[in-house]
């Protein structure tokens, strides 16, 4: 399956963004999505999965209570509402894929885990 994500850009602390990833290629209702962040001299990080269904989602600590995950599968795409965004938000926002049908987790969608990913899109949010 091919991602492309898109909705990136440069905002001030407290701005909002709504990250997009389209899916082309394959059944995109065969697949958990999960959206990652890298920050410079970090490691690629979880910040929120969802199942093929959009039943269960998982968000790590970070991002619960300000950022939504969401798919529409009619629509083969997942986005990733931004909300009340800092500085440590910074960084390049990776959509990925995988093949799962069990639980969402940090360690089910950890990135070693995932079977495609997209380009990044940059987030960069200023102070």
């Known amino acids: 399956v091919q991602l492309q994500a898109s909705g990136g850009g440069l905002v001030q602390a407290g701005g909002s963004l709504r990250l997009s990833c389209v899916a082309s290629?394959?059944?995109?209702?065969?697949?958990?999505m999960g959206w990652y962040r890298q920050a410079p001299g970090k490691e690629r990080e979880l910040v929120a999965a969802?199942?093929?269904?959009?039943?269960?989602?998982y968000y790590t600590g970070s991002a619960k209570g300000r950022f939504t995950i969401s798919r529409d599968n009619a629509e083969n795409t997942v986005y990733l509402q931004m909300i009340s965004l800092q500085p440590e938000d910074t960084a390049v926002y990776y959509c990925?894929?995988?093949?799962?049908?069990?639980?969402?987790?940090?360690?089910?969608?950890?990135?070693?885990?995932?079977?495609?990913w997209g380009k990044g899109t940059q987030v960069t949010v200023s102070s």
């Open positions: 990925g894929a995988r093949a799962w049908y069990g639980l969402m987790s940090d360690v089910t969608m950890n990135p070693g885990g995932m079977e495609y």
């Open positions: 969802i199942g093929w269904n959009g039943v269960n989602t």
């Open positions: 290629g394959r059944t995109f209702s065969r697949y958990a």
